[in-house]
């Protein structure tokens, strides 16, 4: 990394011999004979290590620039604003493989050329390319959901003792649970980037409805895309794993956390359809996919509580949540994210970055705490508080699951 005291070697293995290394699809197994020779490449190359003290970093699934959360994990990196986390390697099979020469794949590759020799970075396109590590090594995995039992596997036998998975985890709760009890045979930790658990916004309404008994809490989510078919049918397409199991996780995270939600403890859930929207559109594939572009709807568990959520693709950059009296419904708090303490940083990013995705901006800080505290507990084994772990993550995904049926049937 940059102001280490090592040699700096560069190798791009994907242009070496490139008719030998070039890959069909994304996250495709190589032949034995091309894997060994790459393997050798690499090994035998001096990469600047994580210091002492830091984990070293494997993103696995870094997406387009501008556009994958993977990326902007990976700028947040760079720019050196989680102390406890090295960048050393990116790993990404499509854009260096059989996207390379997608638009995405033509602007994967100029960022590539501009960040791997300042930043001491080695891109590849598959786990069983790294050499074994140096620093306590943790896998930051942002790739497709589908893919994520398998590189969780290769993740543990690459020599991770810790795993930041993106949400939800996997596609369906029967991989998810797995995938928890791959890890813990192993003794590899797994943690989760719901980010939203440690988020300024979410803690300011808890302390405010602490204070009001009888109160209703609703979180309220935002994404700025633009309210076309277009827009939208590219948008259902890349997440298709559905809303709830997509945008709205985080929101489902915090019932989970702290409101004491779970499928055995939902009374009820009741959508409100003068809010919410549901589509079928087209994506870019031609395929047609049904989704919420916007979601409102409120939970009543058996233990007395109620929460609200609710999710609008086209809503805008801010995210914020709001109590309200519990017998008149009068509005008693607001708090946004960001605020207006965070604004100013906001606007900066914005320049800095302006055609990258708005919702980065505003959880910036956030996707640093998170990232801060896995790095720092997989280093020298510090508590990641408030991060949730892949058991949250399980309970979460069954809510998704418990919910996302019953509430496409409440909207025909």
């Known amino acids: 990394q940059v102001g280490h005291n090592f040699p700096s070697f560069h190798i791009h293995v994907t242009n070496l011999y490139p008719s030998m290394f070039s890959s069909a699809s994304a996250f495709v197994t190589k032949r034995p004979v091309q894997n060994a020779v790459r393997r050798a ?15 070293e970093v494997v993103l696995v699934g870094c997406g387009m620039p501008n ?31 059989g996207g390379k020469d997608t638009p995405g794949g033509k602007d994967f590759a100029a960022w590539q050329k501009e960040v791997e020799g300042p930043a001491n970075i080695l891109f590849t396109t598959s786990l069983t390319d790294l050499p074994a590590p140096v620093e306590p090594r943790v896998a930051l995995i942002s790739g497709r959901t589908a893919d994520n039992p398998r590189l969780l596997t290769e993740s543990i036998a690459g020599g991770c003792k810790t795993i930041y ?6 596609p369906t709760v029967t991989e998810l649970e797995a995938m928890a009890a791959e890890a813990k045979a192993a003794g590899v930790e797994v943690l989760m980037g719901y980010n939203k658990n440690v988020c300024k916004y979410v803690t300011k309404t808890r302390e405010f409805a602490a204070t009001v008994p009888g109160s ?14 277009e827009s939208l049918g590219e948008c259902f397409e890349r997440n298709a794993e559905g809303m709830l199991k997509n945008m709205a996780i985080h929101e489902l995270a915090l019932l989970v956390s702290f409101y004491d939600v779970s499928v055995d403890n939902i009374e009820s859930v009741t959508a409100d359809k003068e809010f919410s929207s549901m589509q079928t559109l087209p994506g870019p594939s031609g395929k047609e996919f049904t989704d919420f572009d916007k979601i409102k709807f409120t939970i009543k568990t058996k233990t007395g509580k109620s929460v609200s959520v609710a999710a609008d693709r086209c809503g805008g950059t801010d995210s914020y949540a709001t109590v309200q009296d519990g017998s008149s419904d009068e509005e008693l708090f607001r708090y946004y994210m960001p605020d207006e303490e965070d604004k100013a940083e906001v606007d900066a990013l914005m320049a800095q970055y302006p055609d990258a995705m708005p919702y980065f901006f505003t959880q910036d800080k956030d996707y640093i705490t998170v990232k801060e505290r896995v790095a720092k507990f997989c280093a020298d084994g510090s508590e ?26 409440q909207l025909k």
Request: net charge negative.
């Open 41 to 55: 490449l690499l090994h035998s190359t001096a990469i600047a290590p994580a210091s002492k003290g830091q984990a």
């Open 67 to 97: 556009r994958g959360m993977g990326w902007y994990h990976a700028v947040q990196m760079i720019e050196k604003r989680c102390p406890s986390a090295s960048l050393d390697f990116v790993v990404e099979p499509w854009f260096l493989g």
């Open 165 to 170: 998975l993106e949400k939800p985890g996997a």
């Open 216 to 229: 209703h809490t609703t979180f309220v989510s935002n994404n700025a895309y633009e309210n076309t078919p």
């Open 384 to 409: 990641a508080t408030g991060v949730a772990t892949i058991d949250i993550a399980v309970e979460t995904l069954k809510v998704a699951e418990y919910l996302t049926p019953s509430l496409m049937e």
